[in-house]
């Protein structure tokens, strides 16, 4: 069983190599694969790993998307919803949040989340992929992602999809993991999140295909804010603006469909 970093995420690692080739496995049958069997653990986990920093990050996100009790959003690759959840937070009573996911059990684990929880803000799951969403054009006053853009097999076509659904003047948000600036913080996070975080993800999700090997190898190849910033521009957003938190592990971007 692997249970630490495998020899291929180390090898690509180091190398700063691209994590899938065409002739090993195709991305999105990948990620279903590692989200569907993480899914039970996913939630405790990002809590253990970020030290309980992801709900704040969420919050944060929610509060700067400046939703009122008339937005109507849609959370694109939600997971078990924690994003979802902190817009229908924000937003109050009979707040209207639609969560979209490719990964049944993801979707399964937070509905069943919200059950227990007897939330009374909640969102509604969607099983549907980012890149061909189930919605027509211009009907949602925001547009988020937390930690799912980098997941989709092309970024580009998946922000172009995220704003087809936006209103005209709504908000595409990104939520997303990122390379810290300062060298000496950058050093010590990099060995925290290369090394440990993987060793610790996978033993405790008993994930045998490298999940938590995955996240750093994926981040390592995302953009980082100011190509993140271009790449939002290009496909026309406008004000795109960051903000970096917790020393710039992770930033949130929104940009404004014209
Ligand atoms: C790291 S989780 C993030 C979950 C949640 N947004 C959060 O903040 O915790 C990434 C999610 O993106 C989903 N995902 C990745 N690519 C996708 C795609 N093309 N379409 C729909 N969902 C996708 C995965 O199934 C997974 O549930």
Known sequence: MKT?????????????????SEKTMNKPVYVRKIFSAIARRYDFLNALLSLRRDRAWRKFT??????????RVLDVCTGTGELALAYA???????????????????????????????????????????????????????SVGFGIRNVADIELGIREMMRVAVKG????ILEFTQPTAPVFRHIYYFYFKTLLPCIGNLISKNEDDAYGYLPNSVMQFPDCEQLKALMEKCGLADVRFYRKTLGIVAIHIGRKK
């Open 89 to 143: 937070d924000a937003i109050g009573n009979n707040s209207s949040v639609i969560g979209t996911d490719f990964c049944f059990d993801m979707l399964a684990v937070g509905k069943q989340k919200v059950e227990k929880q007897q939330r009374t803000h909640a969102f509604i799951g969607i099983e549907a992929d980012t890149l061909c969403l189930p919605f027509t054009d211009n009907i949602f006053d925001v547009v």
């Open 4 to 20: 630490a970093l495998s020899r291929h995420s180390q090898a690509l690692l180091q190398n700063n190599l691209p994590y899938f």
């Open 170 to 173: 709504g908000r595409v948000v």
């Open 62 to 71: 929610a509060r700067m998307s400046e939703v009122t009790q008339r937005s």
